[in-house]
């Protein structure tokens, strides 16, 4: 008698092995809630603890979309630390001391990793930003891009967990080849990349914690086959969360370039994550103030739609270069929308040579 749809699904799914417990998916509980559809659609969920290894999620789905019938799937990774404790068996119950009024269970003590160091990847350089909306991974692409036009060696990392836009603006979407246990990067104008969003769904959320953050950065900074770079650029989600810190315990980070708007409002959430990596022992390099002003098309005068000073305001409190003031240009949008950043796709516009001016610094 010939094998179910869902039959097939989990005989696919009871070969894919977990690296770690060297148990399959299937029978080591991983694989939870396989839903299908009549039109080959299918839906499970996988669950990952801090110590798997982040790329079970692709192998899965690629298991799953290799069997006859399927059309498509989707995988939507829970933390085993979400997940509710089963209740344990009752111990035999033991004398203990009475309790003493304000007394408290002693924290256990968790020792801080070490960062590892890295030479081959140069220097380790996080841009971020202190709030959401800024450019900050527009001028963070532009600016790998522009210093493998001045001979650099580059790799892009998007630690951008919660928001992996670096796939689309680079217009590479597809899941990187491992070799000899080690996974290759993609590559886009001469970058070499990795970002979570080859490795998920499009549409699925990542509702992770700081153990399982830490995992993803630190797999894409040891596991990872980069060669030998001069810059390793992270574009970091906005605020000053769980990336920031688990980037800085992992390695050792060169400097941080902060980007941020003309608007005081964006000034000071830019401030407050200058401070953080301050506070971390990582330096600022400098500001990149994205959105300065408005090239008008009739008279070319630049128009201030967002204020004025932000950026140098920001680089005078820190006492820091302000690397750059960058146009609001739409061809810049466009650009991170199709995949054809502005340093590549009107390299003589002015927004371009301001974001090559800005590499020119830092290379510098």
């Known amino acids: 008698?010939?094998?179910?749809?869902?039959?097939?699904i989990e005989e696919a799914l009871s070969k894919v092995v977990?690296?770690?417990?060297?148990?399959?998916?299937?029978?080591?509980?991983?694989v939870r809630d396989i839903a299908t559809s009549?039109?080959?659609?299918?839906?499970?969920?996988?669950?990952?603890?801090?110590e798997d290894d982040a790329t079970l999620a692709r192998d899965v789905r690629q298991a799953v979309e290799r069997v006859e019938g399927v059309t498509d799937v989707r995988v939507d990774v829970k933390d085993s630390s979400e997940l509710p404790r089963a209740a344990a068996p009752a111990a035999a119950p033991k004398r203990a001391s009475l309790p003493v009024m304000d007394q408290k269970p002693a924290a256990p003590r968790v020792a801080a990793p070490t960062p590892v160091s890295y030479p081959n990847l140069g220097k380790v350089i996080a841009v971020s930003s202190g709030k959401g909306g800024v450019g900050k991974s527009t001028v963070t692409v532009n600016l790998a891009i522009a210093l493998t036009q001045l001979g650099k060696r580059v790799g892009l990392m998007d630690a951008d967990i919660y928001g992996p836009n670096i796939p689309?603006?680079?217009?590479?979407?597809?899941a990187p080849p491992v070799s000899g246990e080690k996974i290759q990067p993609l590559e886009a104008f001469g970058v070499k990349l990795i970002s979570l969003g080859f490795l998920i769904e499009r549409d699925q959320p990542a509702i992770w914690r700081?153990?399982?953050?830490?995992k993803i950065i630190t797999q894409f900074l040891r596991d990872v086959e980069w060669g030998q770079l001069d810059y390793l650029l992270v574009d970091m989600p906005p605020g000053t969360g769980d990336a920031q810190?688990?980037?800085?315990?992992?390695?050792q980070v060169a400097g941080a370039i902060i980007v941020t708007t003309p608007q005081e409002v964006s000034v000071g959430d830019a401030l407050r994550g200058a401070k953080m990596f301050e506070r971390v022992g990582v330096p600022v390099i400098g500001v990149v103030e994205n959105m300065s002003y408005f090239e008008s098309p009739e008279t070319g005068k630049p128009i201030a739609l967002f204020g004025t000073g932000g950026g140098k305001r920001?680089?005078?409190?820190?006492?820091?270069?302000?690397?750059?003031?960058?146009p609001l240009y739409p061809p810049v949008?466009?650009?991170?929308?199709?995949?054809?950043p502005i340093v590549v796709g009107d390299p003589k516009s002015t927004a371009a040579k301001k974001l090559t001016e800005v590499a020119a610094k830092v290379a510098s």
Do not use: K
């Not at 977990?18 to 509980?29: E, F």
């Open 1 to 8: 008698m010939p094998a179910s749809f869902s039959e097939r």
């Open 333 to 340: 949008m466009d650009g991170g929308d199709n995949g054809r």
């Open 18 to 30: 977990n690296t770690r417990t060297r148990a399959d998916v299937l029978s080591g509980s991983q």
């Open 314 to 326: 920001l680089a005078d409190e820190l006492g820091v270069a302000l690397l750059g003031e960058v």
């Open 245 to 251: 810190l688990s980037l800085v315990q992992a390695t």
């Open 168 to 174: 689309r603006m680079m217009g590479v979407n597809e």
């Open 38 to 50: 009549t039109e080959g659609r299918v839906r499970l969920t996988l669950i990952l603890s801090a």
């Open 210 to 214: 700081g153990p399982i953050v830490m």
